[in-house]
C-alpha cells in the first residue's frame, strides 16, 4: 500500500494550489482518505477527510469554505483544492488513509501515510 503525494510548492497570499493523492495497491472509494498538515516546530492538525462510497466530506473550521477535497475513482486519487491561502496554510502536507467506518480518525488511527509534501504561502 502506498501513497504519493504531488502538486505542492509556492504560492502568494490570497494564491491557488492543488494537491493530489495517488493510492497504490488499494482502492481510494473503499476507504476515508484524508488530509493532515504539519507546519514547521507543531503538531499535526487535520484538514479535510472524504468519507467511502458517496463521499461525504468534512473540513476543519481553519479551512472551511477556502479548500474542497473530492477523488476521482479512475484515477484512484484524492485531491485537495486550496484557494484563498494565507500564510498559515504553510505546512508539511500528507495525505492518509483511515480504515474506520463509523467516524473520523484520530493522528493514530491512520493506517498509511504518504510522504508529505511541502506548501508555503508568502505575505
Known amino acids: 500500500v502506498q501513497l504519493v503525494e504531488s502538486g505542492g510548492g509556492m504560492a502568494q497570499s490570497g494564491g491557488s494550489l492543488r494537491l493530489s493523492c495517488r493510492a497504490f495497491e488499494f482502492t481510494v472509494s473503499t476507504y476515508d482518505i484524508s488530509w493532515v498538515r504539519q507546519p514547521d516546530g507543531q503538531g499535526p492538525e487535520w484538514v479535510s477527510s472524504?468519507?467511502?462510497?458517496?463521499?461525504?466530506?468534512y473540513y476543519a473550521d481553519s479551512v472551511k469554505g477556502r479548500f474542497t477535497i473530492s477523488r476521482d475513482n479512475a484515477e484512484n486519487s484524492v485531491y485537495l483544492q486550496m484557494n484563498s491561502l494565507q500564510p498559515e496554510d504553510t505546512a508539511l502536507y500528507y495525505c492518509a488513509r483511515c480504515p474506520r467506518m463509523d467516524r473520523l480518525c484520530r493522528d493514530e488511527e491512520y493506517d498509511y501515510w504518504g510522504q508529505g509534501i511541502h506548501v508555503t504561502v508568502s505575505s
Open positions: 472524504i468519507k467511502p462510497g458517496a463521499g461525504s466530506q
